[in-house]
């Protein structure tokens, strides 16, 4: 993927005094503890990243957004979740919070810097089997989707997204899993696309964990499988 194609302007709502730490894979997120977020097997860990299998899971997602900002796509997206997960909804069924919210980047290589974005709620068990519909939302099935993440601290920003996103790019230089992604992505008109999740609220100052998820298709994995949530 060429990062360097993506221009996310630094926004002003960034939080000022955001942390990085280095590396944190294969850490729970202290949030999973505490709600529901969705299951997966850990099928490899390499240095720097490590390979996901999530099974079935379902999650309602926003009608793609416009913006020049990671940061305010984000809360534009999940102000829309959050009255959704509030009631407003076909049902008028309350839902339970879960983790990740999860972003979608679209980036575009256009001369004014807009970027697209889908935000996504992962649907709680007790609401999967009828999740409620609401305008201006879809669900999205994942039947069995494999995802190569990389997890780092602190407060997501419009800066630091790509500078993540291009070093789990890096770490899987040259390995079977970035030729397994390529071949997934080699049918996609959007390649460049990649996933950040976000495990914490915003009011939350320590312990905070995201990732980057370049999520893909495999139809054969033979390999050890460790159940890690």
Request: glycine fraction near 6%; hydrophobic fraction near 40%; proline fraction near 6%.
């Amino acid at each position: 993927m060429a990062v360097s194609k993506m221009c996310f302007s630094f926004s002003l709502f960034t939080v000022i005094f955001w942390v990085s730490l280095s590396s944190i894979n294969g850490a729970l997120p202290p949030s999973c503890k505490s709600i529901e977020c969705p299951s997966y097997a850990t099928i490899h860990e390499g240095d720097g990243f490590e390979i996901r299998r999530y099974n079935f899971s379902l999650w309602v997602s926003t009608s793609p957004i416009q913006d020049v900002s990671f940061v305010s796509a984000t809360r534009t997206g999940f102000l829309e979740l959050f009255d959704y997960i509030q009631g407003k909804n076909k049902y008028g069924t309350k839902i339970e919070m879960t983790a990740p919210v999860m972003t979608e980047v679209f980036p575009s290589s256009g001369p004014f810097c807009a970027s697209e974005f889908v935000v996504s709620f992962y649907v709680p068990g007790a609401n999967q089997a009828d999740p409620p519909p609401a305008q201006g939302l879809q669900a999205q099935k994942w039947v069995k989707k494999f995802a190569a993440v990389r997890q780092f601290g602190g407060f997501v920003s419009d800066y630091n997204i790509g500078q993540e996103a291009s070093k789990l790019h890096a770490s899987l230089l040259g390995s079977k899993w970035s030729t397994a992604i390529a071949k997934s992505k080699s049918h996609d008109d959007k390649p460049d696309v990649f996933t950040v999740a976000q495990y914490n609220s915003p009011f939350e100052f320590s312990g905070r964990v995201n990732e980057i998820w370049l999520l893909f298709d495999m139809q054969d994995v033979s390999m050890h499988i460790k159940v890690t949530i």
